[in-house]
Nanobody
Framework: QIQLSESGGGLMQAGGSLRISCVASGRTFRNYVMAWFRQAPGKEREFVAAISREGMDTSASDSVKDRFAISRDNAKDTVYLYMNALKPGDTAAYYC?????????????????WGQGTQVTVSS
């Protein structure tokens, strides 16, 4: 199986920028569509962004697509989420996820492997 581990979260002020990372191990990283989800207390897990196996295609939710960018470095088995112009509403635990196949699906149930999460907190 593939294992995922996120890092890079922290406490930020509104308007700031942050990069979080997800490192994969255990299986061929290139075979997986990768995605980021986030979950705030009392809310359901929501889709943030996804990237294709070779990094040629991306998808992002309407709430973040003008501010966040997903990328991957297959040589490093790593997926990144670049977050700009952070808002208090971005406060959540951020999880990376992996799925086999080619579709950039947005449902959490489509992803079979998850990291432990990294907390991003944005103050006003």
């Amino acid at each position: 199986q593939i294992q995922l581990s996120e890092s890079g979260g922290g406490l930020m002020q509104a308007g700031g920028s942050l990069r979080i990372s997800c490192v994969a191990s255990g299986r061929t990283f290139r075979n997986y569509v990768m995605a980021w989800f986030r979950q705030a207390p009392g809310k359901e897990r929501e889709f943030v962004a996804a990237i294709s196996r070779e990094g040629m295609d991306t998808s992002a939710s309407d709430s973040v697509k003008d501010r966040f960018a997903i990328s991957r470095d297959n040589a490093k088995d790593t997926v990144y989420l670049y977050m700009n112009a952070l808002k208090p509403g971005d406060t959540a635990a951020y999880y990376c996820a992996a799925r086999l196949g080619s579709s950039l699906l947005q449902s959490p149930s489509a992803y079979g492997a998850w990291g432990q999460g990294t907390q991003v907190t944005v103050s006003s």
